[in-house]
């Protein structure tokens, strides 16, 4: 009987001990913090097979729309890289962006951005090109933490953030691998060159 005990106080402890980061990036991460920046980074996602987003960028994109409109922001970045579909998730971003009513000469297109690292890398660069001190960072919830670390890894002190409104039974499974990336994120080596 008393096996059985500290196996079951082992299991209830190691899923406290889990469910902890969980927590806490769920919570980081669904809290927006708005403010007015220079410029908003959108992170790339999957475009369907007939070159539209998929409806986990879309929500990004969406959110980018609105907050653009109530005047957050008057420069996107989008970040991307060329998907197994075949598409360029950055230029289909852009376009759609164009296509409602975002003026083509204030979105920069990422087409590098294949990992939030790059993606980070990348919006650092222009970010500097351009003398912008703020960005505000679009992604899914379990995503912006890991985001927001990336972008002050690299010099970027004041970064705000908006979760895009899209929840589906895969962020379970994506929240609980944001942990482990997270966790590498922080002791990763930052190169701005």
Known sequence: MKRHFKIILAV???STLCAIPVAILV??????DIHQA???VVLGNKVETNGKPSPRLQARLDKTIQLYQQGLFANVIVSGGVGIEGF???VVMKQHLV?????EARIYVDSKGNTTYLT???TARIMKENNWQSVMVISQYFHIPRSKLALNKFGISQVYSAHANFYELR???STAREVVGYASYLF???DAK
């Open 12 to 14: 209830g402890v190691l």
């Open 27 to 32: 919570i980081d991460g669904l809290h927006d």
């Open 38 to 40: 220079d410029s908003a």
């Open 88 to 90: 360029d998730e950055a």
């Open 99 to 103: 296509a409602h009513g975002i003026p």
């Open 120 to 122: 980070a890398k990348n």
């Open 171 to 173: 962020d379970v499974y």
């Open 188 to 190: 990763r080596t930052y």
